[in-house]
């Protein structure tokens, strides 16, 4: 299969030499690449700025912000199989980015933030993909309810939710615990493991997904329709 991934953050300039950002090392989302590149898959990266190398056998392509990450994934997405969006994408930018530093002259300042583009939330729709759609759901509280929801309006196949309160887990961290709910309702929890294991479990999630897809597709089902599939 051939795998978008995306991973890490995205910065977002507000002056030359300040920007907003969080604290993604984009550990997750480099550790499902080499999952999948272990399991025989092809994989395109779309990374954020992260201080770790891409696993030999991608395609990398670096990106700074949300904007240029959609962009990125717009191009990409038309020739994949399966899209896993794991990167912790800046929801707003700076309306304005300052051409100079800003200066410090009163006590306070002001910036004004705008939405940015929703890159999974674009899967379905705008990109047309009809491929396994996996997203990352960061959560603080109540998991479950956010995870579905996103899970539903998203038209995801598989949503990995992530406690991103713990700092034990999670955001910079070598390890993750996640529950992985799926589109038919069902629901698994993978406990506190590293996240070369976490990836792994999930790679395989998302072939028994493909497979049972094409199984689908083979016996001439029409369950399958662009309807079910999110859109
Ligand atoms: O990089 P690490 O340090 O290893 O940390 C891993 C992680 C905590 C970043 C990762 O496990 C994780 O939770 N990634 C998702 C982070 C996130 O932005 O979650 P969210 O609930 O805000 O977004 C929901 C989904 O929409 C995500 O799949 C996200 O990639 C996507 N999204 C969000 C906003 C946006 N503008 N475009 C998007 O595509």
Known sequence: MRFLITAGPTREPIDPVRYLSNRSSGKMGYALAVAALARGHEVTLVSGPVAIPAPEGT????????????DAVAGEIGEADAAIFCAAVADYRVAEIAGEKIKKTGETLTLTLV???DILGSARSAFGFRGIL???AAETEDLERHALDKLRRKGCDLLVANDVSRTDIAFDCDENEVAVFFR????????????????????REVEKCASAVAGLSEAGSDVETTLDRGQ
């Open 59 to 70: 395609k990398l392509v670096r990106v700074e912000t949300a904007r240029e990450m959609h």
């Open 115 to 117: 939405r940015n583009p």
């Open 134 to 136: 996996v997203g990352f």
């Open 184 to 203: 038919d309702g069902r629901h698994m929890a993978l406990p506190r493991a590293p996240k070369g294991e976490i990836a792994s479990a999930i790679v």
